[in-house]
């Protein structure tokens, strides 16, 4: 069976569980256990979370794998300060999005297969804002060659379905929609 590291923020957290039974049998479905944040956090994160020689202790170590499934964004667009700009501006996400695929071929080899995933919408989306990063993200991902599993537009189809009333989760029907998507373009890699 092939290894499946599933990386993102709290939206992944959420469609993980489901992903995992989905694909049960046929692949070991993981991610870290705590939620990816931004994109910046997640570029850091990756030498705790996968097998790296480094100095720094290793809190979890998930096995290496052959296939990332990989989002993140929501944080990034944010203006959680009331600053009038996002949280990660559009030149630092590309930077974290692109040195994110360098470091997990270096850790996990150029034949790792990686999918990026579109940032899902909100209940609040400015859906200029989503676009312009979901843009920035399938060139990155074009750049690289590399398959963008579009969340954003699978959730948009119905937002009050598919968000919870937090206006930023997604709901129990926007979580089988978003694990069914990626348990089906991961199946293009087993």
Not at 48 to 67: A, N, R, V
Not at 127 to 149: C, G, I, S, T, W
Not at 165 to 178: F, N, Q, W, Y
Request: proline share 7%; glycine share 6%.
């Amino acid at each position: 069976m092939k290894n499946v590291l599933l990386l993102g923020d709290s939206i992944r957290l959420l469609y993980q569980p489901l992903v995992k039974d989905k694909l049960n049998g046929r692949a070991n479905v993981y991610g870290p256990s705590e939620n990816g944040r931004w994109s910046g956090y997640t570029l850091n994160s990756l030498r705790f979370w996968l097998p790296f020689e480094s100095p720094w202790p290793q809190e979890e170590t998930l096995p290496k794998p052959d296939i990332v499934h990989w989002n993140n964004g929501i944080w990034d667009m944010g203006d959680d300060y009331g600053l009038g700009r996002p949280f990660t501006s559009p030149e630092e996400y590309v930077s974290a999005l692109e040195r994110t695929i360098t470091v997990l071929k270096k850790l996990c080899g150029n034949s790792v297969a990686i999918i990026m995933a579109t940032t899902t919408p909100t209940a609040d989306t400015d859906p200029n804002a989503r676009h312009e990063y979901n843009d920035l993200l399938k060139q990155v991902a074009a750049r690289n060659n590399l398959e963008v599993n579009d969340l954003f537009a699978a959730i948009a189809a119905d937002i009050p379905g598919n968000i919870s009333p937090d206006r930023v989760h997604l709901s129990e029907a926007g979580t089988e929609i978003a694990a069914t998507k990626v348990a089906a373009c991961i199946e293009k890699y087993l």
